[in-house]
């Protein structure tokens, strides 16, 4: 019964900004990390943020820290995540993931994965 439903993903021209959606269902959400994975075309893997209720908790790799944004709502069981000043290597399908507890930088340590959204940032 565990869902997640990414959307928001899309084309658009390098330094623009983009907002992507998250909506959860099937399991406590606010007692859930929720992070964004990304994976480029032929790349690994890659963690951009993460975020938990406990301690206020977020997480970001090197790569988004200071242009993207995580966020939560827990009353709409939503994960957000704001992209500005896209770039061209933030090229990727977009991945919403959850695990229970706290917040781990590895993606393989979440258990619930979303379908995926893709990003897209020509010049």
């Known amino acids: 019964q565990v869902q997640l439903e990414e959307s928001g993903g899309g084309s658009v021209q390098a330094g623009d900004s983009l907002r992507l959606s998250c909506a959860a269902s099937?399991?406590?959400?606010?007692?859930?990390?929720l992070a964004w994975v990304r994976q480029p075309p032929g790349n690994e893997r890659e963690l951009v943020a993460a975020?938990?209720?406990?301690?206020?908790?977020?997480f970001y790799a090197d790569s988004a820290r200071g242009r993207f944004t995580i966020s939560k709502d827990n009353a709409k069981n939503t994960v957000y995540l704001q992209m500005n000043s896209l770039k061209f290597e933030d090229t990727a399908k977009y991945y919403c993931?959850?695990?229970?507890?706290?917040?781990?930088?590895?993606?393989?340590?979440?258990?619930?994965w979303g379908q995926g959204t893709q990003v897209t940032v020509s010049s």
């Open positions: 099937g399991f406590p959400f606010s007692r859930y990390a």
């Open positions: 975020i938990s209720d406990e301690r206020d908790g977020a």
């Open positions: 993931a959850a695990r229970e507890h706290g917040i781990s930088t590895l993606p393989s340590w979440y258990n619930y």
